[in-house]
């Protein structure tokens, strides 16, 4: 049985300034320096798995160090892709305030990267950064005695929502093609003793940014269809080595048009995976146990799933306080028990090279409140501390 309330977090952390300049580097397609690059990056993990460890962190991930962004990242090991320039969707909600819009773009706070756009054939085409990766952080690991770790990749859906597609005469068939072209990432990770990490912010985040102007109904259509896909490459793998992170965008906006939780669980729970990571701190979201507890006492959520709901807002720089930590979390341990309940954050605190809304050191201080409110959780009865 897992241990109560361990501790992880969705997967990217802030990013050393000299890890960021090696990968806009590296996205622009500039000449560099390969064995720098390499030698930048390996430090980096390094340091971060030592720092996930002197903050408590049970799981432990890279940190997402040698990609620019959660989902960008497959150009450099998928064929069919370019660099473009096509216009962004903006999310819905953040038309309804224009002026704050202008101001988040005068700030700067919004992620700079090229985006790739599909324009031939998807195969693999060079998986030795995903090995350098896998590699990294299991040295790491052994080196800062880390007995557990899990490895982000995008799932499928993810990708073809938002990457455009200017070469596959069909979604379903650009959706199937990146199925089948992840499936080799995916075992490769698991197959290496690292629990993996489908991110899929598409199963939420899209319906306020791709599929704005549709109905639930057609939003819920392509859900399914990239759920499907998920599962397909996904299909060798056992569940219990897989989880899956449900985001509805980690930007600091109003998020009043956030498609509800209960519309996209049915969906959701469709997927092929033993654990949910989902954004549960936020003031959209933290509401939403009422959904958990309700759909569980419906039948509705697998015996053997583990809930990792997010504890820590990724957006601001408040510390949570650990006692308010530990009522998150025994709220979830009274709907699916203790050993079922992860303590997690809503998203990653380095989503982007170079962007973040946490402080860098702040967001370590977070990761430390988290421990210490699962070892409050731990500790106390559950229901104690409600």
């Known amino acids: 049985m897992p241990q109560a309330f361990s501790v992880t977090h969705v997967g990217s952390l802030p990013r050393p300034q000299a890890v960021v300049e090696c990968l806009f580097a590296q996205d622009s397609g500039m000449d560099y320096d390969q064995p720098k690059f390499d030698a930048t990056i390996s430090q980096a993990v390094d340091e971060v798995v030592r720092q996930q460890v002197a903050a408590g962190v049970d799981v432990v991930s890279d940190g997402e160090m040698s990609k620019i962004s959660y989902a960008t990242y497959i150009r450099h090991r998928l064929t069919g892709f370019k660099i473009g320039e096509m216009p962004r969707a903006v999310p819905r909600d953040l038309d309804d305030f224009p002026e704050y819009k202008d101001r988040l773009a005068k700030l700067g706070a919004t992620p700079k990267y090229h985006r790739p756009i599909c324009s031939g054939p998807i195969a693999v085409k060079d998986l ?3 090995h350098r990766d896998i590699a990294n952080l299991k040295a790491s690991c052994a080196r ?6 899990f490895m982000n990749s995008a799932s499928p859906g993810v990708v073809a929502v938002f990457q455009p597609n200017q070469h596959y005469p069909t979604q379903e068939a650009y959706i199937a093609a990146l199925a089948n072209a992840l499936q080799a990432e995916y075992e490769t990770i698991v197959a290496a003793g690292l629990d993996l990490q489908i991110d899929a912010p598409d199963l939420a985040m899209g319906r306020h940014i791709r599929f704005r102007d549709v109905s639930d109904e057609e939003f819920l259509r392509n859900a399914y269809l990239q759920v499907d896909a998920l599962n397909h490459a996904l299909r060798n793998i056992p569940r219990d080595r897989v989880r899956m992170h449900l985001c509805w965008g980690n930007y600091d906006g109003p998020h009043h048009y956030d498609v ?3 519309l996209i669980l049915p969906v959701v729970l469709k997927a092929r995976v033993g654990t949910l990571v989902f954004e549960a701190a936020n003031p959209r979201h933290a509401h939403e146990w009422e959904i958990w507890a309700e759909s569980n006492r419906r039948g509705m959520l697998p015996d053997d799933l583990i809930l990792a709901p997010g504890v820590l807002d990724s957006t601001n720089n408040f510390i949570e306080h650990p006692r308010l930590v530990a009522q998150r979390l025994q709220t979830y341990a009274r709907i699916v028990g203790p050993e079922r309940v992860m303590a997690a954050t809503d998203c990653g605190f380095g989503t982007f090279a170079g962007f973040g809304a946490v402080h860098p050191p702040i967001a370590w201080a977070k990761l ?9 959780a731990r500790s106390a009865p559950t229901g104690a501390l409600s």
Do not use: K, Y
């Open 260 to 262: 509800a939780l209960d």
């Open 144 to 149: 800062h005695g880390a007995s557990r770790a």
């Open 368 to 376: 430390s409140s988290m421990a210490e409110g699962a070892r409050i």
């Open 128 to 130: 030795s950064g995903l």
